[in-house]
């Protein structure tokens, strides 16, 4: 028998439209990333407004297509599989994503995989990294969660009580002016920062909570006692190391050797440097796939459309978006 039948390389199209960015990524079953195409919403003032990330998705979305195919050097003939975000999600920007890929399969009568948008950031990082079991640290604009796989499912053994990370970070950086998205440039104000300011250290059991923080952060910069430099320099100070202690308790908790870092807000060097130093320490491997996959991006959700290709549907009339699915929501019957 040709085992080359059996093994049949396919190739997947995935689409992510949670949040700020609509993009495309075009993935084989190998593993082989072929386009990574995308483009995010920016404001210089305000932050995400659901209309508008909508309007955004639907400008760019024909073009971010063409680019992703381009780029692949492939038409659409020589897709296999298509999938999409299915949640969690911004409900307005999450349905761009449901009804261009509904069109896009009617057109070709492709299979479709709705797939979940956290359990993908971890799956690239294992492709990308060849970490096998690891706890994820997955911190992003709108999820702050510790993951790792135990029984059937990635078990969430700590997240935020309140809101993401990255949107905690975004409304500081917002308050005082910096527009959307606000990580990267408090991070290149910390870097200048000296003085620690203490701020409120709110890490509860297993879980974190950031609304409490920012309280505080925005009344120590309406004081004007307090320049903006210090006060991002210990934002960062505090709110990572309780990340890296959250995530440290998990590891002790399940045993697990490896640490794997996922979402947006893990570009950030200096969360990178306090999670290296905590894994040195216990003798683990530390892991991080490259910026372009650590934001949303459609590489993502292509890979994990090729992990969960049995389960692809033909008939699309019942396929939603799932705007508040969670990661533990998910069986996984793909491993
Ligand atoms: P999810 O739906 O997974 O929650 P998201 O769309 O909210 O995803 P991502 O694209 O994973 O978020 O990440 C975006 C967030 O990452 C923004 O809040 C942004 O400010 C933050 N971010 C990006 N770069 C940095 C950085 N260098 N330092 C800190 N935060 C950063
Ligand atoms: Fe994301």
């Given amino acids: 028998m040709n085992s080359g039948i059996l093994m ?3 190739i997947c199209l995935g689409i992510e439209s949670t949040a700020h960015t609509f993009g495309i990524g075009i993935v084989t079953s190998k593993g082989k990333v072929l386009a990574n195409s995308m483009d995010s919403f920016k404001t210089k003032t305000g932050g995400l407004i659901p209309n508008e990330l909508a309007d955004h998705h639907n400008k760019v979305k024909d073009k971010i297509l063409k680019n992703a195919l381009e780029n692949a ?3 659409l003939k020589d ?4 999938s999409f975000s299915q949640g969690p999600g911004i409900a307005p920007a999450l349905l761009v994503g449901l009804k261009f890929v509904k069109k896009l399969c009617l057109k070709t009568n492709l299979p479709i995989a709705g797939v979940n948008h956290c359990c993908a950031h971890l799956e690239i990082g294992k492709l990308l990294t060849k970490s096998k079991d690891p706890v994820l640290l ?3 604009g709108a999820n702050t969660q ?5 029984a059937g499912k990635y078990r969430i053994f700590g997240e935020t009580l309140d809101q993401g990370i990255g949107n905690f970070i975004d409304a500081f950086a917002r308050y ?8 990267p440039k408090i991070e290149q104000l910390a870097l200048k920062g000296r003085n620690y300011i203490e701020l409120p250290y709110v890490v509860k059991g297993m879980d974190i909570s950031f609304s409490g923080i920012l309280t505080d952060l925005k009344r120590k910069y309406d004081s004007k006692k307090y320049n903006s430099i210090d006060l991002c320099f210990s934002l960062q100070e505090t709110v990572f190391a309780m990340l890296t202690e959250v995530s440290e308790r998990a590891m002790a908790h399940t045993g697990k050797k490896e640490l794997l870092l996922g979402g947006g807000v893990a570009c950030n060097k200096r969360l990178r440097e306090m999670c290296n130093i ?3 320490e216990r003798k683990a491997k530390f892991f ?3 910026n372009q996959y650590l934001i949303d991006n459609g590489v993502n959700i292509a890979w994990l459309g090729i992990l969960m290709k049995k389960t692809a549907k033909k008939n699309y009339k019942g396929i939603d978006i799932k705007p508040y699915e969670r990661t533990d929501d998910i069986k996984i019957n793909w491993k």
């Fill in 8 to 10: 049949k390389e396919i």
């Fill in 73 to 75: 050097k492939i038409k």
């Fill in 79 to 82: 897709i296999d599989l298509v």
């Fill in 138 to 140: 997955y911190a992003s």
């Fill in 146 to 150: 510790i993951i790792a796989y135990e």
């Fill in 176 to 183: 005082i002016g910096l527009g959307f998205p606000g990580g």
């Fill in 278 to 280: 905590m894994c040195k």
């Fill in 288 to 290: 991080i796939p490259e």
